[in-house]
T-cell receptor, first 114, second 115 residues
């Protein structure tokens, strides 16, 4: 299974600012995924990030609000821009396994926006 | 649209007893995978078990087993000999295997193991 790390693990931010979350994988992967988990809720896919191309965003998520970079096969960043308290969530990155096509998740970034 | 339903927001089980967490799904796609994840209070998502739509036998992985009833579109997770460390949120998820990569997650069940 892939080992995934995320930075920061948690942060408290002020309204109107931006936060960039980093996701590092210990092996090369084609696709990386970013999810949001709002308090007490399930996971919602934000976007799929392929190396060398623009990220594909799910309905309800836009690039201006959640810009994503994927500079190589082991790294991706998600920026939460112009934050509001509604952005307070856990943000998780994941990669796909070739065994069962299950997804392995990073430890998550707990974001609180004041 | 694909949909995963977990009707039990919270469950309690006595330590060393077995517990079943319910999951039903809705898809018209014949090829799909069903997954269960555990999310402790620390927040990480831990993959537990997988069942493919064409698998003839129910999946098992240690103390976890999946009661797959395809005609009823249910994929219940059975945890045997519950341990205190099993207390967590449990999410059922589905992925269509031939089209797209998106995982569809249920709303989760909070399991509390009582000593």
């Amino acid at each position: 299974s892939a080992v995934i790390s995320q930075k920061p693990s948690r942060d408290i931010c002020q309204r109107g600012t931006s936060l960039t979350i980093q996701c590092q994988v210990d092996s090369q992967v084609t696709m990386m995924f970013w999810y949001r988990q709002q308090p007490g809720q399930s996971l919602t896919l934000i976007a799929t990030a392929n190396q060398g191309s623009e990220a594909t965003y799910e309905s309800g998520f836009v690039i201006d609000k959640f810009p994503i970079s994927r500079p190589n096969l082991t790294f991706s960043t998600l920026t939460v821009s112009n934050m509001s308290p509604e952005d307070s969530s856990i943000y998780l990155c994941s990669v796909e396994s070739t065994v069962y096509n299950e997804q392995f998740f990073g430890p998550g970034t707990r974001l609180t926006v004041l | 649209a694909q949909k995963i339903t977990q009707t039990q927001p919270g469950m309690f089980v006595q330590e060393k007893e077995a517990v079943t967490l319910d999951c039903t799904y809705d898809t018209s796609d014949p090829s799909y995978g069903l997954f269960w994840y555990k999310q402790p209070s620390s927040g990480e998502m831990i993959f537990l078990i997988y069942q493919g739509s064409y698998d003839q036998q129910n999946a098992t992985e240690g103390r976890y087993s999946l009661n797959f009833q395809k005609a009823r579109k249910s994929a219940n997770l059975v945890i045997s000999a519950s341990q205190l460390g099993d207390s967590a949120m449990y999410f059922c998820a589905m992925r269509r295997l031939n089209t797209g990569n998106q995982f569809y997650f249920g709303t989760g069940t909070s399991l509390t193991v009582i000593p």
